[in-house]
Nanobody
Framework: QVQLVESGGELVQAGGSLRLSCVAS????????MGWFRQAPGKEREFVAV????????LYSESVKGRFTISRVNAKNTVYLQMNSLKPEDTAVYYC???????????????WGQGTQVTVSS
């Protein structure tokens, strides 16, 4: 079965950096666009970034544009989210997700990971 496993979340101070990883198995990774979403306590899940199957196209939410970078290594079945200049409002559980074709809508995604907690202290 398809599994997406995120890692890399931790407690970090404002202004710091983190790199999240998501390793996929059970699917042809290079055929899927990969997205990152996040959900803060008491809030709805929101789109963060997405990358197409080859890595040649990316899309970011306005709230993270210029600070976060999504990338992938198909040979490792892994997608990354490099997060710089972190702010307390970036605190959330971060999820990776997979679908065929890019989308910023969470309902469009077929497969989801279990999430990794990112906490940014002020």
């Amino acid at each position: 079965q398809v599994q997406l496993v995120e890692s890399g979340g931790e407690l970090v101070q404002a202004g710091g950096s983190l790199r999240l990883s998501c390793v996929a198995s059970g699917l042809t990774f290079s055929s899927y666009a990969m997205g990152w979403f996040r959900q803060a306590p008491g809030k709805e899940r929101e789109f963060v970034a997405v990358i197409n199957w080859s890595g040649s196209s990316t899309l970011y939410s306005e709230s993270v544009k210029g600070r976060f970078t999504i990338s992938r290594v198909n040979a490792k079945n892994t997608v990354y989210l490099q997060m710089n200049s972190l702010k307390p409002e970036d605190t959330a559980v971060y999820y990776c997700a997979a679908r065929r074709g890019m989308s910023n809508r969470d309902a469009a995604y077929d497969y989801w990971g279990q999430g990794t907690q990112v906490t940014v202290s002020s």
